[in-house]
């Protein structure tokens, strides 16, 4: 933009920074140069094109679990690269959307029950091992390793927003008797958890 233009108004500004070629850092640089008066809304955009970018040349429509699916998996994969070779296998990793809530049906758990599960949320001390068990054919590993997982320390949650105004922080873990309290369970399921209590 020239100076003998008008300033752009936000939505405007975004439009255009939209249809940029390339969303790159350059870019970005250069539009909060041009508009610091929009440099969140800048911020913003930019954040939510690079989480698109990777979608940009699919013709093919895809839902929104494989893309968190793919979202989930390329976090595991940085996550399992910075921690190097020593990080133990995750059981989880493998699973799609539709996997995974095939494992949780099998299991007659809710999602959330068996997200916590993944997360690490749960005390693993307080896990019955029937239960580890059950996870761990259902997942095709071994009791062992599975174990092994459980007990190593807990992950971000994965549904804390990137806007958030705080830094965010792995939340402390709760027991196995809290999480099948607090994890919308049915009665029966409820019942059928507390009966493989060791």
Known sequence: MSAEHPRL????????FSVEPT??????????NQYPEHALA????S????????????????????????????????????????????????????????????????NLFLIRVRERAIDASTIPRRFVQKLAAELGATTDAVS???????????SLSFR???????AAQISFDQAVETSQLKPAQKEALQALRD
């Open 9 to 16: 108004d936000e939505e405007e500004v975004l439009l255009a």
């Open 23 to 32: 969303h790159d850092r350059a870019t970005l640089e250069r539009y909060l």
């Open 42 to 45: 800048l911020v913003d955009c």
């Open 47 to 110: 954040i939510e094109l690079m989480m698109d970018a990777s979608h940009s040349g699919e013709e093919v429509q895809i839902s929104s679990d494989q893309v968190v699916d793919q979202a989930w998996q390329q976090f595991q994969a940085a996550i399992g690269s910075a921690q190097g070779t020593a990080a133990l296998a995750n059981p989880f990793a493998q699973l799609q959307p539709t996997a995974f809530k095939s494992v949780a049906r099998k299991l007659d758990i809710s």
């Open 148 to 158: 092994a997982y459980l007990r190593s320390p807990p992950t971000m949650t994965t």
């Open 164 to 170: 958030s105004n705080v830094k965010p922080e792995v």
